[in-house]
């Protein structure tokens, strides 16, 4: 398809166990954003890779987290020994560069995690 | 402490009147803002933006008027329809950089036929 696509779109899991969450974003855009969404609250920025850059990760909440992009294309993030905290809807997004004034990121679905 | 805030978290309007969804931000770097609409299940979409150098921009149905001296921003959609109702975000960020997009909690608008 043309858009960001995610999966798996729904996850549950057990605690302790460990997670990975698949973004395959828009074909040519260089920019990759991971965000998350608890409930009742705004999205939450994880990590952004930009080309062939370091990724900026300031935006994991622990070293549970982990993010990779392979081939500058298709990005996974991992979450090691899940919490029940760490339940919300992950999501994906990516633009064609990474400034916002070209208009705007272009979001996946999502992914809900669920952790029991 | 929320740099953006989205202090409604539901609005219900009536079809054909305005709908104006506020938000606040409280970062003075703040220059770019945008609004993103997301249908249940889906990823949010984007649908308007401003700069800092305007106070107004429009399209369509859609207008976002920005007052910077309150460090305010508000949606106004008029007239409502039912296919309008969504939960929208405000965001907002420093010198158009993506990367540094901080999102409010977002604002379900009902639009009632």
């Known amino acids: 398809g043309a858009g960001v696509s995610q999966s798996p779109s729904n996850k549950v899991t057990e605690k302790g166990k460990d997670v990975e969450l698949r973004c395959d974003p828009i074909s040519g855009h260089t920019a990759l954003y991971w965000y998350r969404q608890s409930l009742g609250q705004g999205l939450e920025f994880l990590i952004y890779?930009?080309?062939?850059?370091?990724?900026?990760k300031s935006g994991l909440p622990s070293d549970r987290f982990s993010a990779e992009r392979t081939g500058g294309s298709v990005s996974t993030l991992t979450i090691q020994r899940t919490q029940q905290e760490d339940s919300a809807v992950y999501l994906c997004?990516?633009?064609?560069?990474?400034?916002?004034?070209?208009?705007?990121?272009?979001f996946g679905e999502g992914s809900r995690l669920t952790v029991l | 402490d929320q740099q953006v805030k989205q202090n409604s978290p539901s609005l219900s309007v009536q079809e054909g009147r305005i709908s104006i969804l506020n938000c606040d931000y409280t970062n003075s770097m703040f220059d770019y803002f945008l609004w993103y609409k997301k249908y249940p299940a889906e990823g949010p979409t984007f649908l308007i933006s401003i700069s800092s150098i305007k106070d107004k921009n429009e399209d369509g149905r859609f207008t976002v008027f920005l007052n910077k001296s309150a460090k305010h921003l508000s949606l106004h959609i008029v007239p409502s329809q039912p296919g309008d109702s969504a939960v929208y975000f405000c965001?907002?960020?420093?010198?158009?950089?993506?990367?540094?997009?901080?999102f409010g909690s977002g604002t379900q608008l009902t639009v009632l036929p």
């Open positions: 890779f930009q080309g062939n850059s370091a990724p900026d």
């Open positions: 997004a990516s633009s064609l560069f990474g400034g916002v004034d070209t208009g705007e990121l272009f």
């Open positions: 965001a907002a960020s420093p010198s158009g950089s993506a990367r540094q997009l901080t």
